[in-house]
């Protein structure tokens, strides 16, 4: 099972009051870093991300494709089971995307949302 660094909320590095970082295994943070990535952005894993600009950040994008897109890549993380809830708002005017959704694991579900800034 992979450790990861503790991040906050806005994605930085959780650093404590006597400047120490915490190692963690968390699925709901591999979950939430896997959908924050787009598509081919990161140059060591091209394969990974979301296809943000093809899919979602279009004219007329098409919900249930981008449900079954999230689906689909929060499923690879390891640990997870099952991904419900999937809801899907996107603001064309400022082209943010907030997406709602329930993890379930061996330990539980666990409703987490990640927004997407472009």
Do not use: C, H
């Not at 295994?25 to 943000?52: C, H, M, N, T």
């Amino acid at each position: 099972m992979p450790i990861d660094i503790l991040l906050d909320n806005s994605g930085d590095i959780l650093v404590s009051d006597t400047a120490d970082i915490t190692l963690k295994y968390s699925i709901r943070q591999a979950v939430k870093i896997r959908l924050q990535w787009f598509f081919a952005e990161w140059r060591f894993a091209p394969d990974f991300g979301l296809p943000y600009f093809d899919e979602v950040f279009i004219k007329n994008p098409v919900k249930t494709r981008i449900q079954q897109i999230v689906r689909e890549e929060a499923l690879k993380a390891e640990k997870v089971n099952e991904i419900r809830d999937v809801s899907v708002d996107i603001d064309n005017f400022t082209r943010n995307a907030t997406i709602r959704f329930t993890i379930v694991t061996d330990y539980g579900s666990f409703g987490e949302e990640v927004t997407i800034n472009v």
